[in-house]
């Protein structure tokens, strides 16, 4: 896949209709990316979700606590075959979480980490989702 070009929602293939949920949000987040994917999703995020969601956006920085913690919270409100879009801060940059951390707080979780993306100027996301073999 050519990802040269696109934006960060494009990266993160919302499209409208999908119910996406909103964790960690504080006042670093990137607002030109929040503002992307409520245009791709083409509504508004959830904080407190009356329905299952199909996509969480979990925001997460390195004194956050514990990454999986972070994700098995996220995983609350999703659906059987949501995802989690686990967005840490770039290297050099306030909040960075190591990559072996967030490998190992995935695994300690029961998710599968499948690819990151450069999504934002100081953030990357990696897709988490729920291994296929398991049932829930």
Request: glycine share 8%; proline share 4%.
């Amino acid at each position: 896949m050519d990802t040269e070009g696109l934006t960060g929602a494009e990266l993160l293939a919302l499209e409208p209709g999908l119910v996406v949920q909103e964790l960690g949000w504080d006042e670093d987040v990137d607002a030109d990316l929040r503002d992307d994917i409520m245009d791709a999703i083409d509504a508004e995020m959830v904080d407190e979700p009356l329905e299952a969601v199909d996509v969480v956006i979990l925001w997460w920085r390195d004194d956050d606590g514990d990454v999986a913690d972070g994700l098995v919270d996220a995983m609350t409100d999703l659906t059987d075959k949501g995802i989690i879009w686990l967005l840490t801060p770039k290297v050099g940059r306030s909040g960075f979480i190591d990559p072996s951390s967030v490998a190992e707080g995935v695994t300690i979780a029961g998710l599968s980490l499948t690819r990151t993306a450069n999504v934002a100027p100081d953030w990357q996301a990696t897709k988490v989702v729920r291994p296929k073999n398991t049932r829930r």
